[in-house]
């Protein structure tokens, strides 16, 4: 019964039946899709609130005698980067539009002023605050680093003795030499009403 059993494993006697057809599909991806993006928008308002704590929480006048080491400031730092991007991201439904005709597209994406916001803004200066927190959190662990034992490189023994100031100038310059290109790639889009 060889032949019999060679009948089963055809592709053309396989069907499939779902209640759930590829649009229905689509819709329940779509709505996903548009709860991440409200998530991430609810998310960012709480990690406001959280950096604001911790700048909070070093700025305090009692705690001087323990956040005087340098690191403390590079972790100011990040959390008002960290906050300057979650600024930016809770403004992004100005310009944000669901692809395939989601749930939801903003009305005033196709205005000039909108698609230079979300150049500039959204592309440019989030980059620019992603790599300026990146670099100091870069300066926060090699502080920290120099604090940890004493057989370090030469570079890691002098860093506290650099500048807060002048590493932030030098990651200022390299940010943003690293991201200009954003500008010129992007060009905003004449749309025809």
Known sequence: ?????????????????????????????????????????????LGVFSNLFVIYTISIKDNHKYVEAKHYAYM????????????????????????????FCSSIKTQMFTQYFQIWVGGFLMCFFQFMANFSYVGFSISRLSLIGTDHSKFVKSFPDYSIVVTQIISMILSALFLTIIIFVHRPMRFIL
């Open 1 to 45: 019964e060889f032949e019999k059993r060679l009948e089963f494993c055809k592709k053309s006697n396989f069907k499939f039946k779902s209640s759930i057809s590829i649009y229905e599909y689509r819709l329940v991806f779509l709505f996903i899709e548009f709860l991440i993006f409200i998530s991430t928008i609810l998310m960012s308002i």
């Open 76 to 103: 100011r730092l990040v959390s008002v980067y960290n906050i300057l991007m979650l600024i930016i991201n809770i403004l992004s439904p100005i310009y944000y539009c669901q692809p395939y005709e989601g749930l």
